[in-house]
Each structure stands twice: as C-alpha cells, then as structure tokens.
C-alpha cells in the first residue's frame, strides 16, 4: 500500500518523548495541487500545523523550494520569485500567532539558477524583495545519475562548471546560503566544491541522498562504502553542514511506505542510526540538523514518531550536542530567532 495517507499513519500511535525538547525543523516544503502521482497533493499552512503540532516543541521551521507556485509569465529567470511570494503570505500569517505559537517558514530558501554566473544577482535581488525578513538563500539540485529511473536535475559535471561557480560567489558576496540536493555519488564533486567556495554557507540535503533502488538495489555493501567517503570528504569542508533525514523517500530503499502498518520510532531509529551515526561523527553535532523534509518523507512515518525516532537515536549525545541537532544548528544556519 504505496503513500497510504493521514488514515495509514494513524495506525501507529506513540505518546511523545521529551515534548519539551526546543525544535527548528529546518526542511520542508508547501505546496498544492501537485501531480497526481505526487503524494500529499495539498501541503499548506494547515497540512504543516497538524503535523508540527502533533506532540513536539517545534518553536520554527525553514521552508525549502519545491517547485511550486512559480509565476506563469515573465522572464524564465524570474519565475521562481513567485513562490517565495506565495511562501512569505504563509509565513506572514503564521507568525501573526493565530495558529499557534510556531513560526512556520521562519527562513525561506528560495531558488536560483546558478549557472546565470553573475546574472544571478538580479534573481537574488528579487527573491530578497519578496521577502525581505525571511529570505536566507537558495537551493539549487545538482542531481545528475546513470540510473534512468532518477530524475536528473543538472548535467554530469555541474559544480564544476565556471558559470555555476561563479554564480555561486554571488550567493557569498551577497551572504546568503546554498542548499544542496545530489545524488550520493556525486558527494566528492561537492567537496571539491565546497572548497573552491570556502566562504559559502553550503547545506547538504538528506544525508547525501542515498539511493538503494534501481541500479543500486542489493548492492549495499558497495553503496555504503561509496556513501561513507562522500561523506567524509564533504564533511572534511568546514563550510558544509548536513541534514539528518530524507530517509523515508522510497528511493532510498527501506520499504517502510509499502508497509500494512507504518513503523514505529524505535525500529526506525535502530534502522536511521548506522546512516545518521555515522554523519554526526564525521560533521560533529554541531554541523548537524535533524529535518523532517515533509511531506516527501511523510509516505513512510508520521511527524510524532519520525522526531520520536530521532530522539532516540540521540540518547547517547550530550543535552548540548542534542540541543545543536534538534535546534540551534538550524537556527545559526539560517539565522533564525525564536
């Protein structure tokens, strides 16, 4: 049973751990009227509020770019400066406090093509006047993979291009941040990257974007491998952090989506560890931010026992390396005050 919905994930229940616990979830996106084939169709305010409020202290979150609400006419360039339009209303009404005391969409990541190289500026300046309290920088998917079955978002080689470079300087001179969504393989490109760029904020979407499916399908040992030294090489950038989560995406293989009865935070935990151990261990904490990447994620676990599972697979950090992970990494990154 494929995306089985609200009425599928409450099928397991779990009182909240440590509700008190403070929470910038710092990836998630809105939308509405998405593709058929597209779980979740609709993700707005409300969508968002049944889930941050379900249990957890989430005192803010970070909205990432996804596609939608562009505007239908105007240079090509400028279109994605609609939805940073769209997403500035919604923050705006949830920071007017009648749905509660979080702040939703607190930072909004926005997106640019880099490759415009120094015509970017004119973008940015846009995407900065839409929301001009909110606005902290882009996402820009480098996903390129021989796997046909993955959508490819960029060429082969991308962060290496000189138009890409020199776009991304632009984001530095103008101190905003970087998002980063690849495929796994392509980690070491980034690294080499990243330190061309040593003064950008770079974010790493998704633990590296780990992919089991396809032409990776039962090959884990070679997988993991190939993972743990993109990891290591990226997290050797002082300028790189790394968001713990994205793993309920099918494409990264765990099967909890088809599941009768979605899964629980302790076997999720034991299952997220190996992966997100390993990541805190080469970033350090306070390189580290848990995401809840909703609704992509949102196929294979409810919000409740996705952070539940997360505070779990912690226990063993100390409250401060905790508290960097759940929060105060997030809200450095993307310079937020809550």
Not at 38 to 66: C, K, M, W
Not at 188 to 205: C, G, M, R, Y
Not at 206 to 212: D, E, K, Q, S, Y
């Amino acid at each position: 049973m494929p995306f089985g919905g609200n009425d599928w994930l409450s099928l397991t229940q779990e009182p909240t751990l440590e509700p008190e616990l403070p929470i910038c979830d710092p990836h998630h996106h809105f939308w509405d009227l998405r593709p058929q084939s597209v779980p979740y169709q609709r993700y707005l305010i409300h969508e968002l509020n049944a889930d941050i409020y379900s249990g957890h202290n989430v005192r803010s979150t970070v909205f990432l770019e996804a596609r939608s609400m562009y505007r239908a006419d105007g240079p090509m360039e400028m279109r994605p400066v609609g939805e940073v339009e769209f997403v500035q209303g919604l923050a705006a009404a949830s920071a007017s406090g009648v749905y509660g005391p979080s702040r939703a969409a607190a930072a909004i990541i926005g997106r640019a093509d880099l490759k415009l190289a120094g015509n970017v500026g004119a973008v940015l300046e846009a995407l900065q006047a839409a929301s001009p309290n909110r606005f902290r920088g882009i996402r820009h998917n480098v996903t390129w993979s021989p796997d046909p079955e993955l959508e490819n978002r960029e060429t082969e080689g991308i962060l290496a291009n000189t138009d890409f470079r020199e776009g991304a300087r632009v984001l530095t001179q103008k101190e905003l941040s970087l998002d980063v969504m690849l495929s796994f393989p392509q980690m070491p490109e980034l690294a080499d990257f990243a330190k061309a760029v040593p003064d950008l904020s770079i974010i790493l979407n998704h633990i590296g974007a780990l992919n089991r499916v396809g032409i990776y399908a039962n090959r884990d040992d070679e997988v993991m491998s190939t993972w743990r030294e993109g990891i290591a090489a990226v997290a050797s950038c002082p300028n790189v952090t790394v968001k713990l989560g994205g793993m309920g995406m099918p494409f990264m293989g765990f099967g909890w989506h088809a599941r009768t009865v979605p899964i629980g935070s302790e076997e999720l935990a034991e299952s997220m560890s190996p992966w997100m151990n390993y990541c805190i261990e080469q970033f350090g904490p306070e390189r580290c931010m848990f995401e809840s990447n909703f609704p992509p994620d949102k196929v294979s676990f409810s919000y409740n026992v996705m952070y539940n599972a997360f505070k779990r697979l912690s226990k063993g950090y100390s409250d401060s390396e905790r508290a960097a992970m759940f929060h105060g990494t997030a809200a450095r990154i993307y310079r937020i005050n809550d």
